[in-house]
């Protein structure tokens, strides 16, 4: 069963403490991104990577971080840093190159209580 | 400054009519726009693309328009179904497809009714 997964579904977090979001893919995907979404708005580009080692800032990448050691995961944490984490987190993915469509997984919904 | 608009009031309309919904982008210029369908809790589900040099893309009940004219894009559902009611967000490439970023619009909420 191919796609897009993203644990947890629900989180809570105290403010204060770094969390990692987890994202992965087996569309044998190149590029993939993360998202967030808060209510009322579009979703806004927080990282994304277009090949495994490589990733760029998006619009909002200030208070969060990632990796991408492999070509199927791409973690987000959210650091103390960020001031507003509260949100609904997004992680897309697509094949670079051979299509400009992206593959959006379940989303997490973190609460920093 | 760089803008995608869609419409912000909820669209509420009767089942089997057609329902049209509004993209409208100022001061970028895409190679190509597209339409995603959001329901509540859930990840976007790409339904259509449609390239710079396209004027109408069809699939199945549905149909997008773009004039990079009017720096708008229409999207229609025929034949509307209660099933259809969801958000719809329209996207757009914002640096003419170089780097496949997406810019999203904030959505256009539909309901509709039996």
């Known amino acids: 069963d191919g796609g897009i997964t993203q644990s947890p579904k629900y989180l809570f977090r105290k403010e204060g403490q770094n969390v990692t979001l987890s994202c992965e893919q087996n569309l044998n995907h190149d590029a993939m991104y993360w998202y967030r979404q808060d209510p009322g708005q579009g979703l806004r580009l927080i990282y994304y990577s277009q090949i495994v080692n490589d990733f760029q800032k998006g619009d909002i990448a200030e208070g969060y971080s990632v990796s991408r050691e492999k070509k199927e995961s791409f973690p987000l944490t959210v650091t103390s840093a960020q001031k507003n984490p509260t949100a609904f987190y997004l992680c897309?993915?697509?094949?670079?190159?051979?299509?400009?469509?992206?593959?959006f997984g379940p989303g997490t919904r973190l609460t920093v209580l | 400054s760089q803008k995608i608009e869609q419409n912000s009031e909820a669209l509420n309309i009767q089942e089997g009519k057609t329902a049209t919904l509004t993209c409208n982008y100022t001061n970028y210029s895409p190679a190509y726009l597209q339409w995603y369908r959001q329901d509540p809790g859930r990840g976007p589900v790409f339904l259509l693309l449609?390239?710079?040099?396209?004027k109408e893309k069809r699939k199945e009940r549905l149909k997008v328009t773009f004039d990079t004219t009017l720096k708008q894009s229409l999207f229609h559902i025929t034949a509307s179904q209660p099933a259809d009611s969801a958000t719809y967000l329209c996207?757009?490439?914002?640096?003419?497809?170089?780097?496949?970023?997406?810019?999203f619009g904030t959505g256009t909420l539909l309901a509709v009714q039996p």
């Open positions: 897309a993915s697509r094949i670079a190159g051979v299509t400009d469509t992206q593959y």
């Open positions: 996207a757009l490439d914002g640096d003419g497809g170089a780097t496949n970023k997406l810019i």
């Open positions: 449609i390239r710079e040099n396209e």
